[in-house]
């Protein structure tokens, strides 16, 4: 815009030589900046096809239909070792969703609960909450997860003492196993319900909007959609007539049977994970409710606002405005730092791709598609973030 | 508060005597009062959060400096019921140079102690001058010098046996170092007018953020050697060095286009009427302002490049994360990855928490914003 208007401004002179014409500079130096980028690009690509054909090395991506002949440790799926690689890289790319996901809900809550303890009166309080974010900042998230790992290895007894901090729940040096629930139809009516009823105060919220807007009425969608959202699966769950049979953990011999087992791995690469981006979350969670002026509220509460709507209304919408934006960038660095399970063991995408390097030599394929996987999360996460981010956007005018 | 607002305005019935004595807020009773227990919820928070520290930090501190075991072998510490901080100091030479020639040890703890203290000189901003640029540079070729030998009759050591604390020290220096002004001109490409210099910058910054360190790092060690013409073999360290550079470069870039977007366009444009050309515009008016705001982004940044070095344990290069572990592997130490791990924790945070506050001191000493107390 600005560079149109200069360079309108200043019309070619017929008497100046071309090479001063700053449109002519301007194409010939992106002429040159391409052509040089070019030109390394073939230099390298020349010189890797020629080392690919003197080691012999098969290039393109068949090898994903061949058996992969590795047991992987643990599976959303079913999958064994029969199964082709491009399966086995499937089931590592689910293990990182599944890590992920997880990860990034436990954040948020510890992240928000320690940047409000941060901004705690209690002196106490708000010093260890400090302390806590400066000493897990400061630290490699690789060294955390290898000291939780170890501590699961070295600190916690074999199956046959494990811990038994509730009725149920172990903890040992195979993990954490919980209680698991005996399958039932009625927990599958239960997800449909608790779905019906979230889209059921969807609607009830656009409705409640527009008759507010035309006839000045508000309606407590709120409250309406609590009542919704926590009944439709209670009052299926009651029509099923309350099955609650689940299976406790019991050992035999030197394992558990029944109940769920977190391994190891997937806990110490949890709780490191949690631990240290809760710490980022929370500088951001305090920065955004520091942001939003006192006069807001004072403002908010002149009005006649009760202090719900107060923190709804006026509070909130401000300080997510200000926390969205780094809290997406801190979501995407726990889903690359998930990368790390490769050092401890956890079977994530780049651990899985890394076996498949090892045993089929296709090093340029296989961290091609490890930077693939990444790109696509990356750039999903953040064009949902951007989304919200637009929809809770100021509008200036 | 309360008591104040009495005395201003007493209420004819009231009489001096009925007035109860304003609550202290001086002393060491009145700070407990004021910081720990001004409402009943925070006298309840503050009791539990005393008693989660008393079961948490006492025995602590008996497992870490009460029971310890400081120094002797490891069967001593198997006896004892505390730390065994014998790990460390029975391996500390392994730990911080890991395969560096036992008897040419002295050679990387000079390059380190010249490292600190010119890192320690560079600290005050009287020191910035010609002179320390000119001691940088000395200084660096010197640390390289006494870590590879082969001049002065210093037998050469291969960087293959490099390894401990010089490694990530090297890592991270030379990486920050070579990706600050690789990021400021990413960050100048991708606010560029020029469309195809702007295309390849975008790319670039999108791309590597996008993507984890350590597939860089794979890339770095597995596809890096295909790239060279046959018979041309670049050193590991050397591999892992770039791909940390190409990182952190694109992460700079973000922080600095920040900085350079919170320029207003006035100064763009009494930069052009004064007749400076593009290069003239950016080094005197534009950049100086922009770095500025953006200090503070930019010490996590290279906070979390020096993090991010301890990642190359993957690609089996060892640092000192690696050297510790292959002491933990030895049976003899196994079982005490605890005190080990502990002792890394305090070497990063020392590392981190100074850069940190060295950080905070030059945005204070740089800032022009005299409402805010300079």
Not at chain 1, 232 to 249: D, E, M, N, S
Not at chain 2, 258 to 273: F, T, V
Not at chain 2, 300 to 313: E, G, N, Q, R
């Amino acid at each position: 815009m600005d560079s149109s208007q200069t360079v309108a401004s200043r019309p070619f002179h017929p008497k100046e030589p071309f090479w001063l014409d700053p449109r002519f500079r301007a194409l010939l130096f992106q002429a040159l900046v391409l052509g040089a980028v070019a030109l390394l690009a073939w230099y390298l690509m020349a010189n890797t096809i020629a080392n690919l054909q003197r080691q012999k090395i098969a290039t393109g991506f068949a090898f994903l239909e061949k058996e992969a002949a590795f047991e992987i440790g643990e599976s959303v799926i079913s999958y064994s070792a029969a199964d082709t690689y491009a399966r086995a890289l499937f089931v590592g790319a689910l293990n990182t969703v599944k890590v992920a996901a997880i990860g990034i809900g436990l954040t948020v809550v510890l992240g928000t609960f320690i940047g409000i303890a941060r901004l705690s009166s209690n002196w106490l309080i708000a010093r260890l909450a400090a302390v806590y974010i400066e000493v897990m900042q400061d630290v490699p998230v690789l060294l955390q997860l290898f000291f939780w790992y170890a501590l699961f290895y070295e600190m916690l007894p074999g199956p046959r003492q494990a811990l038994n901090p509730m009725i149920g729940v172990y903890v040992c040096n195979r993990g954490l196993i919980v209680p698991s629930l005996n399958p039932h139809p009625a927990w599958r009516w239960m997800i449909l319900a608790f779905t019906a009823a979230m889209v059921a105060s969807w609607l009830l919220r656009a409705w409640a909007r527009r008759r507010q807007d035309r006839t000045g009425r508000p309606f407590p969608v709120f409250r309406t959609s609590l009542v919704l959202v926590l009944g439709a699966p209670l009052v299926t769950w009651w029509a099923f007539g309350f099955p609650r049979a689940v299976t406790l953990p019991e050992l035999q011999g030197f394992n558990f049977v029944g109940g769920k087992t977190l391994s190891p791995e997937f806990s110490a690469l949890l709780l490191g994970l949690v631990l240290y981006t809760a710490a980022f979350v929370a500088e951001i969670v305090r920065a955004g409710i520091q942001a939003v002026g006192k006069g807001q509220r004072e403002a908010a509460m002149s009005l006649g606002l009760r202090p719900a709507q107060v923190l709804r209304l006026v509070i909130l919408p401000q300080a997510l405005r200000v926390i969205i934006p780094p809290l997406t960038s801190q979501m995407l660095n726990l889903t690359k730092n998930s990368s790390l399970a490769v050092a401890i063991g956890y079977p994530d995408f780049v651990s899985v791709a890394n076996t498949t390097i090892n045993q089929t030599g296709q090093s340029i394929e296989g961290v091609a598609l490890i930077m693939a996987v990444y790109l696509f999360f990356s750039l999903s996460t953040s064009a949902f973030m951007n989304w919200y981010n637009k929809k809770a956007r100021l509008v200036e005018r | 508060m309360s008591g104040f607002e009495r005395t201003m305005s007493p209420r004819p019935s009231q009489t001096p005597d009925d007035l109860k004595p304003p609550v202290t807020t001086v002393g060491p009773l009145g700070w407990l009062r004021k910081n720990l227990f001004n409402t009943p919820l925070n006298a309840v928070l503050t009791g539990l959060t005393l008693f989660f520290l008393w079961k948490t930090v006492l025995p602590f501190f008996r497992w870490a400096f009460v029971d310890a075991v400081w120094v002797g072998p490891s069967n001593l510490c198997r006896q004892s019921e505390g730390a065994c901080w014998s790990v460390i100091s029975q391996n500390i030479r392994f730990i911080l140079f890991g395969f560096y020639p036992y008897d040419q040890q002295w050679r990387p703890i000079t390059a380190m102690l010249l490292l600190l203290g010119l890192v320690f000189f560079s600290r005050d901003r009287k020191f910035w001058t010609k002179t320390l640029a000119c001691a940088w540079i000395v200084g660096l070729g010197a640390m390289g010098t006494l870590m590879a030998g082969g001049l002065f009759g210093l037998p050469p050591v291969e960087s293959t046996q490099w390894g401990g604390l010089p490694l990530t020290l090297l890592l991270a220096v030379f990486g920050l170092t070579a990706a600050y002004p690789l990021g400021v001109l990413l960050a100048l490409g991708r606010q560029s007018r020029l469309p195809a210099v702007k295309l390849l910058c975008v790319v670039y910054i999108e791309l590597i953020r996008g993507v984890p360190l350590i597939s860089l790092l794979f890339m770095a060690s597995i596809i890096f050697p295909l790239f060279l013409p046959a018979g041309i073999t670049i050193n590991k360290i050397l591999r892992a060095q770039v791909a940390i550079i190409l990182f952190t470069a694109a992460y700079i870039a973000e922080v600095v286009r920040g900085g350079l977007q919170a320029i207003p366009k006035g100064q763009y444009e009494a930069a052009e009427s004064l007749g400076l050309n593009y290069y003239l515009t950016m080094r005197l008016v534009v950049l100086p302002q922009a770095l500025k705001i953006v200090i503070p982004p930019t010490v996590s940044i290279l906070i979390s490049a020096f993090k991010d070095t301890s990642l190359v344990v993957i690609i089996a290069l060892y640092d000192v994360l690696k050297t510790t572990q292959t002491v933990l592997s030895n049976p003899e130490w196994m079982g005490f990855s605890r005190e080990a791990y502990l002792f890394l924790a305090i070497l990063y945070f020392a590392g981190c928490f100074s850069m940190s506050h060295a950080g905070r001191r030059l945005e204070r000493q740089l800032s022009t914003n005299r409402q805010e107390g300079g």
